[in-house]
């Protein structure tokens, strides 16, 4: 990224654009020190053992002497940057660090003499606001390279700067601050005014189902399964009660009319499966884990329920300390997506926000500002304006962890679990996932309270049975003159995304494409937020009928009507696979999934081969020798180093063998 292009980016005011979920998966780590392990070499855990010596060393620089500074009476805010990011800090002539100034209305002193550790001093001076404003378009600049550092920190010039507070951390008391800890913490949550979670009023129709007839309903709603997560023996009789499905919209919203008046303007038949049994336990107050496949009416699950939650509320909307509802989502895709399903129904004057990186801070900043009851957020983002004090989660009744399975993989563990730290723990929580790994177990146990886990057809990775899947062997030299054929076959109502490893093949194949009067859009990490939007509001409104992605574009997109899914590259995990075959054959509708597999892919012909057949889908002969081929492939290789482990343990670990 050369000089001139950040000095355009500066003079447009577009610091948010352009920044997307790889951004959002580095932003300010749930511990302050991870980015410091890795550029140790050291494994999180040896490092998270030694957090203390982090926290002494901050506790010295908050406390300790500021030298080097004005003597007028402001107070300055600190932050300590990469020294090897000062000139991309001050720019050609000084023009980036004066544009900054511009834009956030505080004076930028760089201290040279001041740091440690390679960092330097840069104070901001100014009003709170414009030393903020400052702060984050500092970041939004250097966050992209890595520059800012995750261990740095921020502190305010004291009046006494002589003065130094050190704490003895070897004699240091842990329980004691511990429960201490704990008794703010109960005090602060016994102090929030109570809520209400149960709104749901049964009908005696559902009430009076037979075992039989709970049975069959969820038989034929694709082998609903419903059951306690964990087990607990202190739960009382009522909360080990499941709740009945229901079979229609009326028999779960036949109290709350306005609902079913905006049900009813999206001509929806029936509930779908997750929503039949879902709406009874989350309208009774419970907590939820619904593991279902994409495109099976999940939103709209949580949805329905947390608007009548917030409206039901005993404390008025402009006494609450902000917003209501909570929805941590994976991507900015995503998040977007929720954001229109939630604009789909206006119920009662709730407002929504959507707040992401890469859209405008601060026009989120403003909406949030004015007051919102649902705000939908990716984990980056979200922690930016919490611990800026722009975003107050401590009213926060209702959570939802959307795709939670992809949020674990993306690395957002740190950023979920210090964003609940600051949302009451006697909240409804509810959790959705396409899969059940351990990780998503563990954060279940962590944050919820005797959840009820609803899944629909099987916990075991599958796809959705309304694809046809077709793998095609392939050299990689086939690749594109295949994929061009598949072009020229679409019919006037295909719709296409075509998936490819690498960002930059994507670009080179758009520009392939545009030579050829080939129209298409694409989506990948690196394009802007705007036109990753205009890509996807193409595909979905006809404009083109190819969508070259990577997997940024693999879960959390809703376009009904794709048809194929062309899988250039294969992906990198067998769940990925999953994911992508699901963008087609959604809402009812059928849909293909074509697939190159190549010599290098043999890794995942295995998996491939039970995802295939779970779905009764045709397996190549091929597939079946790849998979058999790697497996003893495996095995010599595995034999081999037990081997060369043998016999180093048998020469007192020196080799036994030289150079010939």
Known sequence: MNDSWDNDRMSSRRYDRGYDHRRDNRRERDTQFYRRSHKSGDNWQDNASSTHNYENDSYRREHGRISNHSSNDTNGLVMYIDTNSIGRLVGRGGSKIKALESESNAKINIDRNQGENGQTAVTLIGTDDAQQQAKSLIEELLIDRGSMQENEFMRRETDKPDEKNEIDWANFDWSKANEEYEERQKKKWAALAPIIKNFYKEDPVVANMSASK??????????????HVFENKD???EEMKIPNPVETFEQAFQTYPDILT???KQNFEKPSPIQCQAWPILLSGRDLIGIAQTGTGKTLAFLLPALIHIDGQLTPRDERPGPNVLVMAPTRELALQIEKEVAKYSYHGIKAVCVYGGGSRKEQVNIVSKGVQIVIATPGRLNDLVQAGILDVSGVTYLILDEADRML??????QIRKTLLGVRPDRQTVMTSATWPQGVRRLAQSYMKNPLQVFVGSLDLAAVHSVTQRIYMVDVEEKSDLMHQFFQEMGPHDKVIVFFGKKSTVDDIASDLALSNIDCQSIHGDREQADREQALEDLKTGSV?????TDVASRGIDIE?????LNYDFPRDIEEYVHRVGRTGRAGRTGESITFMTRKDWHHAKALINILEEANQEVPEEVYKMAERYEAWKQKKDADQSFLRGNRNSNGGRRNYRRT
């Open 214 to 227: 709970v049975d069959h309903i969820r038989k034929t709603n694709n082998n609903i399964e419903v059951r």
């Open 235 to 237: 739960n009382t009789d």
């Open 262 to 264: 905006e049900i009813r």
């Open 409 to 414: 993989d993306m690395g957002f563990e740190p």
């Open 545 to 549: 009928q190819i969508l070259l992605a």
């Open 561 to 565: 009507d794709v048809t194929h899914v």
